[in-house]
């Protein structure tokens, strides 16, 4: 039984490791470009963030990008 519990308390620290990532994410793109994202629009994996939204989103962070890189230590956007 407390092997369960500490596999559900890894997991869920987990899962909230990555919601903090989104929301820093999140915010250092709104810093720089004045664009809210919603988190389920955000994907990071290996250093590579997707963002999936409208082209015209797309473009203001593209604006930006040489700036929001360096401080998220992410190596490349990928826009959907």
């Known amino acids: 039984m ?3 519990k500490n596999l559900l308390e890894r997991l869920s620290n987990s899962l909230n490791k ?5 929301d820093q994410i999140i915010q250092t793109i709104k810093e720089k470009t ?4 919603a988190p ?4 990071l ?7 999936n939204t409208n082209p015209i989103i797309n473009n ?11 401080e998220l230590k ?4 990928i826009y959907k």
């Open 18 to 22: 990555d919601a903090k990532l989104k």
């Open 60 to 70: 203001e962070i593209r604006l930006k990008e040489d700036l929001i890189k360096p």
């Open 40 to 43: 389920e629009k955000i994907n």
């Open 2 to 4: 407390i092997d369960l």
């Open 74 to 77: 992410i190596s490349r956007i």
């Open 45 to 51: 994996k290996d250093g590579v963030l997707e963002i």
């Open 34 to 37: 004045k664009v809210q994202l």
